[in-house]
């Protein structure tokens, strides 16, 4: 569905913008896009994905996951709170999400959505890694931090 440009002025400081279809409101001066239902869902979708993934690559239960942030920001999230994020029914502050990638040893720009994608798609790695058993899991990580360990050496010629 494609929106045409437009733009409607409400008292003089208060104004909606379309645009590509994306969405602004200017309030005396300031700019702020809209998201749409749909994008803010597909967003907490894709933020609850990774974390999930994140989560289970590091061996940490729902529940601990809640304990090691309730210890830093003196809170009382459960591990339904992080299920309900990982299944994107309930959004998060960025500042949670912040203290989240810290625990996990992330980058917090790892949470954020793939450029080139559209919101409807998703990395397969995901699926396919929910459904391996933990050792098979522990298997991945190990491949991974192997990887990981391999670039920044520099040594790439270890294995072809």
Known sequence: MSILPFAIEYQNNLRLTSLNNHFFITYNG????VRMKEDIYNLKVSIGRKLKFFRQSRSLTQNEL?????????????????SSWEMGKN????????????????????????SGRSNHDHIPLFDHYEKLTLRERESV????????????????????
Do not use: P
Request: proline share 0%.
């Open 91 to 114: 959004s998060m502050a960025i500042e949670l999400l912040v203290v989240i990638a810290s625990i996990l040893d992330v980058d917090i720009q790892a949470f954020e959505a793939e």
């Open 30 to 33: 300031t700019i702020a896009e």
């Open 66 to 82: 809640a304990e090691a942030i309730n210890e830093r920001m003196g809170t009382s999230y459960s591990g339904n709170a992080v």
């Open 141 to 160: 990580q190990a491949y991974i931090n192997f990887l990981v360990w391999r670039r920044k050496h520099g040594s790439e010629d270890l294995i072809s």
